[in-house]
């Protein structure tokens, strides 16, 4: 994937996507976008 996108702007769009889906944790979200988006797992780790 390239990486066009500044990491703190993927970080925002994160936390966005949590607030939206109105996940239970961070890391059921993490979960959710591995599955729909193929986000890399150095998003997990924070």
């Known amino acids: 994937m ?3 996108v500044p ?3 993927i970080h925002q769009i994160v936390v ?3 607030i939206a ?4 944790s ?3 979200a993490m ?3 591995r ?3 193929g986000v ?3 998003y997990v780790r924070d």
């Open 21 to 24: 889906i109105g996940a239970d």
């Open 40 to 42: 890399g797992s150095q």
């Open 31 to 33: 979960h959710w976008l």
């Open 2 to 4: 390239p990486r066009s």
């Open 7 to 9: 990491i703190e702007s």
């Open 16 to 18: 966005d996507y949590v």
């Open 26 to 28: 961070f890391s059921d």
């Open 35 to 37: 599955c729909d988006e």
